[in-house]
């Protein structure tokens, strides 16, 4: 199995797992884990990925990042549960082969997922796709292609009919990262954080029906083929749910930054969107709903809302972080990163921004 550069984290760097304790576990299941030590995947601010072998094959052990967790995030019990049976009519979910829950073998939740190698790109494209702007518009449109796949999968046919709780969806999602807001909200304008809350209050839709939801669908949670750049996998799927399919474009889209964006958005740093070829927001949610057969009338509370999820999963980030320094370093500027995305979803609330 041939790495990509920078596919893994190397020395003191990679937290490592107790290989001996997984190794009894697996063996009382009748697996035999291969040699060498768990080799984690580079990437990510939240699970810890690491790339074994099961029975001569490879695979991915997957678990909660080490200490206190974010409620509702980091779920690998919900994520076994879709990627056992998702993978039947969504192709791109990765078959979920074994789930443990007890925390005495490496201290947390895990599951062994199927492992389909191929490449990540992140915050920048590779320097052989630079300034090309073709690879912009394929990698847009396999997006909003990929996304609209899976919201028309029909959660019955895979035995997610009653996953989540659809009703009310909306209202619950403003209420919940209202919650996680305020348990890190030092950092926060009050005055900013209570307007924007109070306007998704007051806006939020009526239900419509529920899809299959990823709730962070986005370019480096998409495994691709290096030669063709066609999509082999979707992965992350630890909040996957039924619920609204306008909210989990929104998320996607709070991603998406062009040239134009203040600073804040730029240093998201997620997606290459802003380069040459990559589709404005607006042209993704016309794709989308075109695709979907869907309808909006106004997309303006989809996008507060999910700016306002980004600014506070990047203010639990900073509060990780200032708990644990040593564990990431990149956290030490998430509090005004996480500011800077709230005053911005203030500024669209009041019709200066978008």
Not at 198 to 209: C, E, F, K, Q, Y
Not at 213 to 232: Q, R
Not at 298 to 327: E, I, W
Request: glycine share 10%.
């Amino acid at each position: 199995m041939s790495a990509h550069p920078g596919e893994f984290i190397e020395g003191t760097h990679s937290i490592p797992q107790d290989r001996a304790s997984l190794a009894r576990y697996l063996a009382r299941r009748g697996i035999v884990l291969g040699p060498g030590l768990p080799r984690q995947f580079a990437g990510g601010y939240g699970n810890l990925n690491y790339l074994i072998e099961i029975d001569g094959e490879p695979a991915v052990l997957r678990r909660p990042p080490p200490g206190p967790l974010p409620y509702g995030g980091n779920d690998m019990a919900r994520e076994y549960r879709i990627l056992s049976s998702l993978w039947r009519e969504y192709p791109l979910a990765p078959r979920a082969m074994l789930f443990c829950d007890e925390a005495s073998v490496l201290g947390a939740p895990f599951q062994i997922i199927e492992y389909r190698p191929g490449m990540v790109i992140r915050d920048t494209l590779p320097p052989d796709l630079a300034g090309r702007p073709e690879i912009g518009d394929l990698l847009s449109r396999q997006l909003v292609e990929g996304l609209a796949a899976l919201h028309a999968v029909d959660p019955a046919q895979v035995g997610l009919d009653n996953l989540g709780r659809p009703v009310g969806f909306l209202a619950r999602t403003v209420d919940g990262w209202a919650a996680r807001g305020a348990a890190v909200a030092d950092p926060i304008d009050p005055l900013a954080l209570s307007e924007v809350v109070d306007w998704l209050r007051r806006r939020v839709p009526a239900d419509m029906p529920p899809s299959l939801i990823h709730s962070d669908f986005k370019l480096d949670n998409m495994i691709l083929i290096p030669e063709t750049l066609g999509p082999v996998a979707v992965i992350d799927w630890d909040m996957g749910t039924r619920g609204d399919p306008l909210w989990d474009l929104a998320v996607m889209l709070s991603y998406w930054v062009e040239p134009e964006d203040p600073a804040c958005l730029h240093r998201v740093r997620q997606m290459p969107t802003a380069q040459p070829g990559f589709w404005r927001r607006n042209e993704v949610l016309t794709a989308y709903l075109r695709l979907s057969c869907r309808a909006v009338g106004d997309f303006t509370f989809y996008r507060v809302l999910s700016l306002f999820r980004s600014a506070v999963v990047f203010l639990q980030l900073y509060d990780r972080f200032r708990r644990s320094p040593g564990q990431n370093m990149r956290g030490a500027e998430f509090d005004t990163l996480g500011r800077g995305l709230i005053d911005h979803a203030f500024e669209i609330t009041r019709g200066r921004a978008e």
